[in-house]
């Protein structure tokens, strides 16, 4: 009897080891999801690359959960990857026309006109050629600006020339790049003699001089929408780095980068 006690017991005993076991299980595992990191993927203009790098930093360390992965490039070249189905999750336009198709296409969730720029005239530091204006590149023997069908810098700046009425004659001596970035480091090792870009690429780089700020009147207004794509594998985590973006602190380090904040 004592033998069939304790056997009887003993297997009591199993079974609510197990039982607790099994119900602990699921408590583990929500507990894991619940720290489960989340990538973001966030298709961004290419003038906007340092200013995003030093927010990023300052969120992740925030939020730890969530990490920031960037595809830097030209506006229409991105909106474009969008409009075929790129995993995207936030896309931060230089241009509003490149923004708004996405809109259009209604593949954008939310969006906000977030920031401003200026459009400049730059050439080599300590060698200006001659180039005193934007009427001077008339002098030059290569200028450079972005590809205007997807590049914005690009397309302002040929407004701007266009508005001078000297595109005609500089257009046979243009080389274009793939984005603004690629301006400036053609003009950082003197291969071209004076290029377009916005003012905060311009800023960033100790080898270029600023010669001429185009008029806001010669091209069309330079504004910087952002937005969280509809199909956003994570939308909770994409609303909370837009949210994020447009906080003071954001715009502080955009503004200290040459941005003009939209009031």
Not at 58 to 70: A, L, M, Q
Not at 126 to 134: M, P, V
Not at 171 to 177: K, L, P, Q, S
Not at 232 to 254: D, G, M, R, T, W
Request: proline share 4%.
């Amino acid at each position: 009897m004592k033998k069939l006690s304790f056997l009887f017991f003993s297997i009591l005993l199993l079974s609510l080891v197990m039982s607790g076991c099994s119900n602990n299980e699921p408590s583990k595992q929500t507990q894991e999801a619940a720290n489960e990191e989340v990538t973001l993927t966030i298709s961004a203009a290419a003038s906007l690359q340092d200013a995003l790098t030093d927010i990023t930093a300052t969120f992740e360390k925030e939020h730890p959960d969530v990490n920031i992965n960037y595809n830097f490039g030209a506006s229409g070249a991105l909106q474009q990857q969008i409009s075929q189905g790129a995993p995207v999750d936030l896309f931060f336009s230089a241009a509003e026309d490149k923004f708004d198709k996405l809109v259009e296409g209604d593949l954008i969730e939310k969006g906000i006109d977030l920031l401003g720029n200026e459009l400049v005239l730059i050439v080599p530091k300590d060698f200006s050629r001659g180039i005193e204006s934007f009427e001077d590149l008339t002098k030059a023997k290569k200028i450079s600006i972005g590809t205007p069908e997807t590049v914005p810098a690009g397309k302002y700046a040929k407004e701007t020339l266009e508005h001078l009425k000297i595109w005609t004659e500089v257009e046979r001596n243009t080389v274009y790049a793939k984005d603004v970035r690629q301006v400036l480091t053609y003009i950082e090792t003197s291969n071209i003699d004076a290029g377009i870009v916005y003012k905060t690429d311009a800023l960033i780089s100790p080898k270029v001089e600023i010669i001429a700020t185009a008029n806001e009147n010669t091209h069309a207004p330079i504004i910087y929408p952002v937005g969280v794509i509809k199909n956003s594998s994570h939308p909770k985590e994409a609303q909370l780095f837009y949210e994020y973006l447009q906080s003071e602190q954001s715009i502080n380090v955009f503004k200290k980068y040459g941005f003009k904040g939209l009031e």
